[in-house]
Structure formats: structure tokens, C-alpha cells
């Protein structure tokens, strides 16, 4: 099975579960890899590269998901719109649709980069809080589908979502110097990053869909 992965901080808790599950389960050998940002995990999908993967959400309604996503509620500082010309962002799909649909103006950046900007003093218009400022809903800006291994990959789901993942110092220390941050900041970020798809979430993302579907 290939698995698809979003290569942000977003989904490192995610991460450190998959390589614990797949070590005892005895599954290991049969997965694969492939990891990079939205637009390209999303194409991979698409195009039956790979199996299953966290997609970005304006896609999913051509899949079978899992109650699996990346959510912000009220804030998820890696997601802004940032004075300048109005310019998309080629890693995204689903965040450069919601700053069309939230009619905001100006430039669209996500992911690491997005982070380590706030982080660094940068100003800008976070699409979680904006959202949830209009809508009083979180936003779901990714999740986990397949187009195969449905039992598989509900179990991981499920699994995932029964118990905190408590990441390792030695990790926490190697991601968060890739990003030239402190693992201090590194889990104040992943405070603001939800999973689970509840009510709140499912509604939110029909919303955001049927909202698209109008511009």
C-alpha cells in the first residue's frame, strides 16, 4: 500500500503514531511513503499513485474518507493571507479557495513556512479565525481518504484518534530545528491542530464546499 502524507508539522503527531502502529501490527512491510504538500498529495490520489493520504479537504468529496482531518478552530497560525498582490499558494488547494470564498485580499501562504513567518513577528489575516468569525464553526482544511484498503485504513483512523501521541524529545528536537524553531514553539503549534471530525467539523466542511461551489 502507498500511503500519502502532507510534509507539514501539522500531521507529525500522525506521524509518530504510523511508524508505532505499523511496527506492531505487523504491516510494516506492506507500506510506502510518499511525502510532499497538499497540491502534489492531492494529483498522487487523483491519479491512483497512491492509495490513501491526508488530501486537502475541497478535495475529498471525490473520495471515501475517514472522520480523520486537519482542523483549526479559531486560529491555527500556518494559514494566512498577507498584505501584497493578490497571489495564490502552489502548495495549497482548499486555503487558496477559502480566501476567495472569506473575500480576503492579498497573498496566501501555508504550511512551515506559514508558521515560522507568524513566529517570526509576521502580520496577516489567519483563514481559521476568519472563518470561525463568520461561521462560529471550525475549519477543515485537510483529510485523511482512500480509494482503497478501506478497513485498513479506518482502523488507523480509529486507532489514531483513541489516545493522545506523545511525541519523543529527539523528534520534537529534529523537526523542530529543520523549521529553525524551538520544540517549545513546535508544541505550542500543535496545541491549535485538532483530528477528529465531529459534528461541528462535518458541518463546517459542507458549508465551506457549498460556499465554493457559488464563486
Known amino acids: 500500500m502507498i500511503f500519502g ?3 507539514y508539522l501539522n500531521l507529525l503527531p500522525f506521524q509518530v503514531f504510523l511508524k508505532r502502529y505499523l511496527r506492531y ?52 497560525y ?19 479557495q477559502l480566501a476567495k ?8 501562504i501555508i504550511g512551515d513556512k506559514a508558521l515560522k513567518y507568524y513566529l517570526n513577528g509576521g502580520k496577516g489575516i489567519d483563514l481559521a479565525t476568519a472563518w470561525y468569525e463568520q461561521t462560529h464553526l471550525p475549519f477543515v482544511f485537510g483529510r485523511l481518504c482512500y480509494n482503497c484498503h478501506e478497513k485498513l485504513i479506518n ?22 530545528k529543520k523549521r529553525d524553531i524551538t520544540p517549545q514553539q513546535l508544541l505550542w503549534y500543535l496545541k491549535h491542530i485538532e483530528y477528529q471530525m465531529d459534528y461541528k467539523a462535518k458541518k463546517s466542511l459542507k458549508f465551506f464546499l457549498a460556499q465554493k461551489t457559488l464563486n
Do not use: W
Open 155 to 176: 482502523n488507523i483512523a480509529k486507532k489514531f484518534m483513541q489516545r493522545p501521541v506523545k511525541i519523543p524529545q529527539y523528534i520534537l528536537k529534529k523537526e523542530a
Open 25 to 76: 501490527s505487523g504491516t510494516k512491510m506492506a507500506f510506502t511513503y510518499k511525502r510532499n504538500v497538499p497540491s502534489h498529495i492531492n494529483k498522487a490520489l487523483r491519479k491512483r499513485h497512491i492509495h490513501a493520504g491526508f488530501i486537502s479537504s475541497i478535495e475529498s468529496p471525490r473520495y471515501a474518507c475517514t472522520d480523520l482531518g486537519i482542523i483549526g478552530n479559531r486560529a491555527v
Open 101 to 108: 470564498v472569506l473575500n480576503l485580499e492579498g497573498e496566501v
Open 5 to 7: 502524507s502532507i510534509s
Open 78 to 96: 500556518s494559514v494566512f493571507v498577507i498584505e501584497g498582490e493578490n497571489k495564490t499558494d502552489k502548495e495549497s488547494a482548499t486555503s487558496n
